[in-house]
């Protein structure tokens, strides 16, 4: 059985609670989970008939969601294959932590100079919560996730935000790798050297500590790639 049949065969169906009242926004926020958690892999295929089975509803709003899935940049429509996850080039990759860098580096520096008592407060807690759970990736991933998004929102600016949450959808396509080598601990000790400069309400030790830590997650991420030969983030 072809790899892409025998994975959709493997999901089950879903017939969710579909909470918002919105089924294509609901749609749209499943699918998007799925590929975040690895469940929808880069390179799968994705079709409407798939997804309106799984998830038990009609084609016309999985379509409408697959058209805001694409022009997010999440799926792909590729010759002869059909519409997939999208797989980010070497370059693409690149130019993400490229403009990673200057944008989470940006909110650092913004953090130190607006966020409030309590959110730097919760910075520290998650900071400390990360120390305490090297062992655990589930944990580490959430944490992960939670300090960055409160980093952004500490930064106070609309635009900002914007940008970076579009970032961050992007870089859902790229599998996490605080499970290989001693990355969860360097990204737990780096968390930390942000902190400790938002704590001194310090704008450039703030930046600076911020795009060292994408600085090394690229490095990282480089360096996995070399190793393992893996190619195209597939």
Do not use: C, W
């Amino acid at each position: 059985m072809p790899r892409e049949k025998a994975e959709t065969a493997s999901r089950p169906r879903q017939r969710a609670a579909y909470a918002s009242g919105d089924l294509v926004s609901d749609i749209y926020e499943m699918v998007r989970k799925e590929i975040a958690a690895g469940a929808l892999r880069v390179g799968d295929r994705v079709t409407e008939v798939d997804l309106a089975e799984r998830f038990g509803v009609s084609r016309t709003p999985v379509r409408d969601a697959i058209s805001r899935l694409e022009a997010d940049g999440l799926l792909t429509n590729e010759p002869r294959r059909g519409l997939v996850v999208t797989v980010l080039s070497h370059q693409q990759v690149v130019e993400l932590y490229f403009m990673r860098e200057i944008l989470e580096g940006a909110s650092a520096r913004l953090a130190a100079q607006s966020a409030s008592d309590i959110e730097l407060s919760m910075l520290e807690e998650l900071s400390n919560k990360e120390m305490a759970s090297l062992d655990d990736i589930d944990a580490l991933l959430d944490i992960n996730r939670n300090f960055h998004r409160l980093m952004m929102l500490a930064a106070h600016n609309r635009y900002l935000l914007r940008s970076l949450s579009q970032l961050t959808l992007t870089m859902s396509l790229l599998p996490s790798l605080l499970d290989s080598g001693n990355r969860a601990r360097a990204a737990a000790e780096e968390h930390r050297a942000i902190v400790k400069a938002l704590l001194a309400r310090n704008r450039e030790d703030a930046e600076e500590a911020a795009r060292q830590h994408i600085r090394s997650s690229q490095q990282h991420r480089m360096l996995f790639s070399l190793q393992t030969g893996v190619e195209d983030n597939r």
